[in-house]
């Protein structure tokens, strides 16, 4: 289907604004970890076995998303994925056991996956017919979701409410507003006798090593969002509302650094941008394993927010340049940064049993560092595809 301009850049907006409510609910959640594992009655460690669910979740049910996309439209396909997403909000609080807390977090990371593949593949499908970057701003917009969903959050522990009542209203609202916004987008469907997309698809040569500097970024990103605000009440000692709010400045911190993203690549290039932002996490890292109080482990959250903020949009735009099939080799980066996910909250837990929470931030220092000895795989090319490519790139991927 062809679209002109102007429609395209409403297409952006509206898909921008998909980001954003998908941000909201991750936010929304990662405030209220504290509060849920108290509720379920779950330890550090069995914290981080739990928290491996979503992104186990994700993994396995996110190649099923090119396969909605292809039979129901890209805009259809969104709309469910993306509601059933949002509506997956309320089931952590509601688990009364560690056994529940993993079943809920399973069925909330599988939804997260495929709605995050289905507004991934729309943003690539603008970004090619724009002929210009936006990723870095898209994924800026999820950041700001994020931030609103864990400015929220931080109230709600700030002031002591229940988690079930605040995770309910809030799938509410984002529920209506995701459904709103989905009508915006484009609709791309495949032509009639184009085969269906594999429900799984291997990731690609081309894509291992650019989904290795994903898997860092997305490491210190999942352990920051997961851990920073159980980081900041267990081994600081703060107040729940103090350590919900670490959890908001690193969202702060990715949003800013998203939303400008797109200039800062445009000028200094990927791989300079990468290893400044690898420098920064890293140093980050060190300020939270060695801060001796709470506003200096914040400032340290707040860094690495900063330092890995661009890597992911960075990643998938290599990705799609990387070979013949941009759709499978997006849909591989992905895979593997949904791998990265699934091992980093159950690493930082499992270590946090064994060890402390302090040492397990020290794996995430290290890896951070990855990204200033790998950032060269990022090197820009051609953008592959323009518009002509959307029933190809209407089955691609990208981990958040």
Same mark, same amino acid.
């Given at each position: 289907?062809?679209?002109?301009?102007?429609?395209?850049?409403?297409?952006?907006?509206?898909?921008? =604004?998909?980001?954003?409510?998908?941000?909201?609910?991750?936010?929304?959640?990662?405030? #209220?970890?504290?509060?849920?594992?108290?509720?379920?009655?779950?330890?550090?460690?069995?914290? %981080?076995?739990?928290?491996?669910?979503?992104?186990?979740?994700?993994?396995?049910?996110?190649?099923?998303?090119?396969?909605?996309?292809? #039979?129901?439209?890209?805009?259809?396909?969104?709309?469910?994925?993306?509601?059933?997403?949002?509506?997956?909000?309320?089931?952590?609080?509601?688990?009364?056991?560690?056994? %529940?807390?993993?079943?809920?977090?399973?069925?909330?990371?599988?939804?997260?996956?495929?709605?995050?593949?289905?507004?991934?593949?729309?943003?690539?499908?603008?970004?090619?017919?724009?002929?210009?970057?936006?990723?870095?701003?898209?994924?800026?917009?999820?950041?700001?979701?994020?931030?609103?969903?864990?400015?929220?959050?931080?109230?709600?522990?700030?002031?002591?409410?229940?988690?079930?009542?605040?995770?309910?209203?809030?799938?509410?609202?984002?529920t209506?507003l995701g459904?709103?916004?989905?009508?915006?987008?484009?609709?791309? #469907?495949?032509?009639?006798?184009?085969?269906?997309?594999?429900?799984?698809?291997?990731?690609?040569?081309?894509?291992?090593?650019?989904?290795?500097?994903?898997?860092?970024?997305?490491?210190?990103?999942?352990?920051?969002?997961?851990?920073?605000?159980?980081?900041?009440?267990?081994?600081?000692?703060?107040?729940?509302?103090?350590?919900?709010?670490?959890?908001?400045?690193?969202?702060?911190?990715?949003?800013?650094?998203?939303?400008?993203?797109?200039?800062?690549?445009?000028?200094?290039?990927a791989?300079?941008?990468?290893?400044?932002?690898?420098?920064?996490?890293?140093?980050? %890292?060190?300020?939270?394993?060695?801060?001796?109080?709470?506003?200096?482990?914040m400032?340290?959250?707040?860094?690495?927010?900063?330092?890995?903020a661009?890597?992911v949009?960075?990643?998938?735009a =290599?990705?799609? #340049?990387? %070979?013949?099939?941009?759709?499978?080799a997006?849909?591989?980066?992905?895979?593997?940064?949904?791998?990265?996910?699934?091992?980093?909250?159950?690493?930082i837990?499992?270590?946090?049993?064994?060890?402390?929470l302090?040492?397990s931030?020290?794996?995430?220092?290290?890896?951070?560092?990855?990204?200033?000895?790998?950032?060269?795989?990022l090197?820009?090319?051609?953008?592959?595809?323009?518009?002509?490519?959307?029933? =190809?790139?209407?089955?691609?991927?990208?981990?958040?």
């Amino acid at each position: 289907m062809q679209y002109g301009l102007e429609r395209v850049r409403r297409a952006r907006y509206a898909v921008a =604004a998909v980001f954003c409510v998908h941000g909201a609910v991750t936010g929304s959640f990662a405030t #209220r970890i504290p509060w849920i594992q108290e509720h379920a009655g779950v330890s550090p460690g069995q914290l %981080g076995l739990a928290l491996a669910f979503p992104a186990l979740g994700a993994s396995l049910a996110m190649p099923l998303a090119a396969a909605v996309s292809h #039979r129901l439209g890209a805009r259809t396909a969104l709309r469910a994925l993306l509601a059933l997403w949002t509506l997956s909000l309320v089931l952590p609080s509601l688990a009364p056991n560690i056994y %529940g807390l993993c079943g809920a977090l399973f069925v909330y990371g599988a939804t997260a996956g495929m709605s995050d593949v289905a507004m991934n593949a729309l943003g690539v499908e603008v970004e090619n017919r724009l002929d210009r970057s936006i990723m870095s701003s898209l994924h800026g917009m999820w950041s700001v979701g994020a931030l609103i969903g864990s400015a929220a959050g931080t109230l709600a522990a700030h002031l002591g409410s229940d988690a079930r009542l605040h995770h309910l209203l809030a799938a509410a609202v984002l529920t209506v507003l995701g459904l709103v916004f989905c009508q915006g987008v484009l609709d791309l #469907r495949s032509a009639p006798d184009e085969e269906p997309p594999p429900r799984f698809a291997l990731p690609p040569r081309s894509a291992l090593v650019i989904g290795a500097i994903g898997f860092c970024g997305v490491f210190a990103e999942g352990a920051s969002l997961d851990w920073s605000a159980v980081y900041l009440k267990d081994v600081l000692g703060s107040s729940p509302g103090a350590a919900a709010a670490s959890t908001t400045a690193f969202a702060l911190t990715m949003a800013v650094a998203r939303l400008v993203g797109d200039r800062v690549v445009d000028r200094f290039g990927a791989v300079r941008t990468v290893r400044a932002g690898g420098l920064a996490a890293t140093a980050g %890292g060190v300020l939270v394993v060695f801060a001796p109080h709470p506003p200096a482990a914040m400032a340290g959250f707040g860094l690495m927010g900063l330092g890995v903020a661009v890597v992911v949009p960075l990643a998938f735009a =290599a990705a799609a #340049r990387s %070979g013949p099939n941009p759709s499978q080799a997006i849909a591989g980066v992905a895979t593997i940064t949904y791998t990265s996910g699934l091992i980093a909250p159950s690493l930082i837990g499992g270590l946090a049993d064994v060890t402390s929470l302090t040492a397990s931030f020290g794996v995430v220092t290290v890896l951070a560092f990855g990204l200033v000895a790998g950032a060269g795989v990022l090197a820009p090319g051609r953008r592959s595809g323009t518009g002509g490519k959307a029933g =190809a790139v209407a089955g691609s991927s990208r981990g958040a």
